[in-house]
């Protein structure tokens, strides 16, 4: 395969965007829809000259992809969404080639996902369409399947694919870095008339005050955890159904408390973790508190340095006197900043309950690649509504702000401590950026290298019909 030896930018993008494209493949895959969707890739599916529809397209290790498999990803693309004008028969082929490629080689490489795993990940997705359809009678008709169970195996294949994809992907550009200098060497070799523009951005300061629950309350969760306990171990009551009347995590609630496939390298809080890593399976913790609450955890299944846990989160509740008081708080650190007591870092060190952002002047970070600075076309919507009517300088009132992950809500301040405008790339007022493209141009070579050695290792059989197609990877093997 011949390969530019020029550093092309645009072309890291392109890959880039048809990549996350790809990713946006979710639950209809597979699926066979007769939506209004359907209807409207009819002239572009028509467009694909196949004769065969169920015929097998390629064959890649133990994986077979059928031609209906890629007609099925056209329509699930432009029924999410998706512009599929530009993506061609042979485009999707290969990336259907490529994730089957990777599949393979997570097994062989035992790089396994357990079926605990998969179905907790099929379960979610099920809930999650019921809530948005209405029930699993509607689900079942919307996508033509004849019975839960069905619908299940289905999809159960499709995460268990996607996963082991994803697994493998991960490990090959795991433990790649760039050092200072491969980012200098990047950066200036990219000729000036075509380094990227980045677009406007913010740096937000914000002064954090979290209502406290009263010590009576934070009693009545952990004795209703007790008792929950309690009849668990004495009376057998099923911990999986007391989750989901009682649990207010909503992540794990409808799953009946479950997180499978906890290791130590799991990004859950330490608390949390050192509850589960404590007990045998079968053991059920104390009730013991973190930042969203008080919990109690059940070892549900031990496999190695992988545990299946469930838990129950119960919130203590928050006064309206306790709301009333950090409101009041805040006004109050608002006002004496306007009357320059203090300035806005001071107050955030000072008064915030954040420790994330209150030794750092409040500020922001980027959850993507903790920089300070938010572009606006990228911003989350729920940031962006909060700060998009201040001025420079201007300090908000109070704005609430609820936990998505079940946490009590906190109340905030914010102000916009800097402004950039729209600029062409520079090296060291935007290192963080260039350091991030360079590392994804290695990530791409990596994974490139990885795919040629591989595709030379592995059975490949690609349908006659197919041959014409001028894949991006050597599947042809010529």
Not at 32 to 42: D, K, Y
Not at 189 to 200: C, M
Not at 352 to 358: A, F, G, I, L, M
Request: glycine share 4%; charged share 30%.
């Amino acid at each position: 395969m011949k390969q530019s030896k020029k550093m092309n930018l645009n072309c890291i993008d392109r890959v880039s965007s048809l990549f996350l494209l790809f990713m946006t493949v979710g639950l209809a895959y597979a699926f066979g829809q007769e939506s209004a969707e359907m209807t409207a890739v009819n002239d572009t599916v028509k467009s694909i000259n196949k004769v065969k529809i169920d015929g097998i397209a390629a064959v890649i290790g133990d994986y077979v992809i059928l031609e209906s498999d890629i007609e099925k990803t056209l329509i699930d693309l432009r029924s999410q969404g998706a512009s599929t004008e530009d993506i061609t028969h042979c485009q999707l082929l290969g990336k259907l080639m490529e994730d089957r490629l990777y599949a393979h080689q997570a097994v062989q490489d035992s790089l396994l996902v357990s079926d605990d795993q998969v179905n907790a990940q099929s379960d979610a997705q099920i809930n999650e369409l019921v809530s948005r359809i209405g029930s699993i009678e509607k689900m079942l008709k919307y996508y033509k399947k004849p019975d839960l169970e069905s619908f299940r195996s289905e999809l159960f294949e499709i995460n268990k694919l996607r996963m082991l994809s994803e697994k493998m992907q991960g490990k090959i550009v795991e433990d790649l870095e760039v050092t200072p200098e491969e980012v200098r060497q990047f950066f200036f070799k990219i000729p000036e008339g075509e380094r990227p523009v980045f677009g406007a951005e913010l740096e937000i300061a914000q002064i954090v005050k979290q209502p406290k629950a009263s010590e009576e309350e934070k009693q009545k969760v952990i004795d209703r955890l007790k008792t929950i306990k309690q009849d668990v171990e004495e009376n057998e009551a099923s911990f999986n159904v007391k989750a989901i009347l009682y649990s207010q995590d909503p992540g794990s609630k409808s799953k009946g408390g479950l997180y499978p496939g906890m290791t130590k390298e799991t990004p859950f809080v330490k608390e949390f973790k050192d509850a589960a890593f404590s007990l045998q399976e079968g053991q059920i913790s104390e009730p013991f508190e973190t930042m969203f609450g008080y919990h109690i955890v059940k070892v549900e299944k031990v496999r190695g340095q992988e545990r299946d846990v469930r838990h129950i989160l119960l919130i203590p509740e928050i006064s309206e006197k306790a709301t009333e008081t950090a409101l009041k708080e805040l006004d109050t650190i608002r006002q004496h900043i306007l009357d320059g007591k203090y300035t806005f870092s001071e107050a955030a060190l000072n008064f915030s309950d954040e420790k994330e952002t209150k030794f750092d002047g409040g500020l922001l970070r980027n959850p993507i690649n903790f920089d300070s600075r938010f572009e606006l076309t990228k911003m989350d919507p729920t940031l962006y509504n909060q700060v998009r009517n201040l001025k420079d300088g201007e300090i908000s009132k109070a704005v609430r702000e609820d936990d998505p992950r079940g946490g009590a809500p906190k109340f905030k301040i914010m102000k916009i401590s800097n402004r950039y405008d729209e600029h062409v790339a520079d090296f060291a007022r935007d290192y963080i950026k260039i350091q991030e493209l360079a590392l994804r141009e290695k990530q791409l070579k990596a994974i490139q290298k990885w795919m040629t050695e591989h595709i030379q290792d592995t059975y490949i059989h690609v349908d006659p019909e197919n041959k014409d197609c001028n894949f991006a990877n050597n599947w042809l093997k010529e």
